[in-house]
C-alpha cells in the first residue's frame, strides 16, 4: 500500500469522527431557522469553520512535521502523543455521555434584512468560526489528524489532498444542512427542526460514543507502537 493510501485510510475515519458535531450541527441548524438571510449567513457559517479546521488542521501538521525532523526516533514520540489525545477524547467521551448538550441559542441573534449583506456574512463566518472554536473534541481531533498528515511520508500534493478531504468529511455536519437548504428550503426547515430537537436530547451520547471509540482507537494504536501491547 502507498503512503498516500495508508494516510488516507488513517485520516477518513478521523474525519468522520469529527464530523459528529452537535454543537456545530445545532448552531448552523438555528442559524438557518432564524436568520433573515439563510443562504448569505449559512455559508458565512461554513468558511468561519473551514478557516478554524484548516488552522487546526495546519497546527497538527506543523507538530508531525517538527517531530519528525527534530528526533532519530520519532516514532516513539509521535506514538506518546496519540496516548495522551485518546486518554484526553476519552474523558470528553465520558464526560460527554453524561453531560447534556447545552442548547445554543444565546450565541446567535438574527438581523434584519436591512443588515449589509457582508455585514450578515461576517456575523455568519465569527458564529461558525466560534462554534468550532468551543468544540474542544472535535479540534483535538482535527489536530490529531494533522501531525498525521504531517508526518506521513506521502508527497506533498497527496498530502494537500489528504487535508482537503479531511476538511470536506469534518464539514459535512454543515454541508449536509446547507445543501438541503439550498435544494428544498421548505422541507429543509422541517427535517432540521426534528434533527435539531432529536440532537439536543440525544446528541451528546452519540457525541461521546464516538469520542470513546476514537480515543480507544488513539491509545492503542499509540501503545502498540511504542511496543507495550
Not at 113 to 134: A, R, V
Request: with cysteine.
Amino acid at each position: 500500500m502507498s503512503a498516500f493510501s495508508t494516510l488516507l485510510t488513517q485520516i477518513i475515519p478521523l474525519g468522520l469522527g469529527a464530523a459528529v458535531s452537535p454543537t456545530a450541527l445545532m448552531g448552523i441548524i438555528l442559524l438557518l431557522s432564524i436568520s433573515k438571510r439563510p443562504k448569505v449567513q449559512g455559508l458565512g457559517y461554513y468558511i468561519g469553520a473551514i478557516i478554524l479546521i484548516s488552522i487546526v488542521a495546519v497546527l497538527g501538521i506543523l507538530l508531525g512535521v517538527g517531530v519528525t525532523a527534530s528526533s532519530h526516533k520519532p516514532d516513539p514520540i509521535l506514538a506518546l502523543i496519540d496516548v495522551i489525545l485518546g486518554i484526553f477524547l476519552l474523558i470528553l467521551g465520558f464526560r460527554g455521555i453524561f453531560k447534556a448538550q447545552k442548547p445554543t441559542t444565546k450565541n446567535f441573534l438574527g438581523d434584519s434584512k436591512k443588515t449589509s449583506k457582508i455585514t450578515q456574512f461576517i456575523k455568519g463566518l465569527s458564529f461558525g468560526f466560534g462554534m468550532f472554536l468551543i468544540n474542544f473534541s472535535t479540534t483535538l481531533i482535527i489536530l490529531e489528524a494533522g501531525k498525521q498528515i504531517g508526518s506521513s511520508s506521502a508527497d506533498i500534493y497527496g498530502k494537500l489532498i489528504v487535508l482537503i478531504i479531511l476538511i470536506l468529511i469534518t464539514l459535512l455536519v454543515c454541508e449536509i444542512p446547507l445543501l438541503m437548504y439550498f435544494l428544498f428550503p421548505k422541507k429543509a426547515n422541517k427535517i432540521l427542526s426534528r434533527v435539531n430537537k432529536w440532537m439536543q436530547k440525544n446528541g451528546h451520547y452519540l457525541m461521546g460514543i464516538v469520542l470513546i471509540i476514537i480515543g480507544l482507537y488513539l491509545m492503542w494504536i499509540g501503545f502498540l507502537r511504542l511496543g507495550i501491547i
